[in-house]
């Protein structure tokens, strides 16, 4: 099969491309070429703009690719670079976030009334408030899935980790591990409050995966680690990876100073149900748990970002009460 894949070198794309090439199947990519990451020789580059695509669509179409995948729409305008390959490719692939669901309105505040229950599904409610006008991931499956002529496959991604990942979403607690931090302090908010999370070479997995299946056709799939964590979970699953012996305590957000204070409702848990994509695919981890967590390490200590300031004196008085 041939997959046409608009991005393609950034954070999770590059490991979509190289999961296709390892599966046997034809590859271009349309990005600007900033990036060059470490691709297949196989992998056809097309260089361009987003916004002079259809400028090159014949040349495109010309390359008769099967399916097109869209990385990184963030906009319902944003799909119309699917719909200029509506009837001419059987279908699509679109990458979306799970933070479509009403449940991360709830979480951020931003979307009042009663807590969701969870774990949620693909069938969970979605959010109503767009918060940001230059970021509205349901209205890029909404428009998605209005799109005539071409099967739409959604996916929808967690809070991913791994080498690249330009949030840091580890740097915080393996900064203390490897300070050789006795304890690390969490809000006691935390203490039963859930987040699905999944490593960057899995998730190129599963859109690989979407993008080949022919039972992903016009599907909408969940992707994350199948048992979802506590906040002390995780970070001591950090800490087995890392070979940090410490202890996880819990504070309540009184005794904290206020970075440390969590600034959503941890009351509403967001634990994500992935079992679709496992049945109808069957999507599996291509890297052990604790694995990932050893890759994500080294690469946050071999990258650390320039803005992160900790107060280990303030979390230290925050601990003296329980002394």
């Known amino acids: ?39 297949p020789r196989t992998v056809r580059h097309v260089h361009g703009t987003f916004a002079e695509l259809d400028a090159h669509l014949e040349g495109l179409l010309a390359l008769d690719p099967h399916v097109v995948v869209d990385m990184v729409p963030f906009t319902a305008d944003d799909v119309t670079r699917v719909r ?9 692939v679109v990458v979306s976030s799970q933070d479509v669901y009403l449940a991360f309105g709830r979480a951020w505040r931003t979307e009042l009334g009663p807590y969701v229950p969870t774990p949620l599904t693909e069938e969970s409610a979605l959010r109503r408030v767009v918060v940001d006008p230059a970021y509205d991931k349901v209205g890029v499956e ?46 006691e908010a935390v203490r039963a409050w859930r987040w699905t999370r999944g490593y960057v070479e899995d998730m190129g997995r599963a859109i690989a995966l979407a993008a080949v299946h022919p039972r992903a056709a016009g599907r909408v799939y969940n992707v994350a680690y199948e048992h979802v964590l506590t906040e002390p979970e995780w970070v001591r699953a950090i800490g087995r990876a890392h070979g940090w012996n410490g202890e996880v305590v819990c504070v309540p957000s009184s005794e904290l100073p206020e970075r440390l204070q969590v ?53 230290d008085e925050a601990l003296t009460p329980l002394r």
Do not use: C, K, N
Not at 84 to 92: E, H, N
């Open 1 to 39: 099969m041939h997959v046409l894949i608009l991005g393609g070198t950034g954070f999770v794309g590059a490991h979509v491309v190289r999961e296709l090439d390892r599966l046997g199947h034809e590859v271009t990519i349309f990005h600007r070429g900033e990036r060059e990451p470490a691709l």
């Open 84 to 92: 200029l390959f509506a009837g001419s490719v059987r279908r699509a």
């Open 142 to 187: 909404r428009a998605a899935e209005a799109v005539d002529g071409v099967a739409t496959t959604i996916v929808r991604l967690p809070a991913v980790h791994g080498p690249g990942d330009e949030q840091h979403r580890l740097y915080g607690y393996v900064r203390r591990m490897d300070d050789v931090r006795p304890q690390i302090v969490l809000d």
């Open 263 to 315: 600034s959503f409702d941890a009351a509403q848990d967001f634990a994500v149900d992935s079992a679709r994509i496992r049945h109808e695919l069957g999507y599996r981890e291509a890297v052990a748990f604790d694995e990932a967590l050893r890759r994500t390490i080294e690469w946050e200590r071999e990258h650390p970002p320039d803005d992160v300031e900790l107060d280990y004196a303030a979390e």
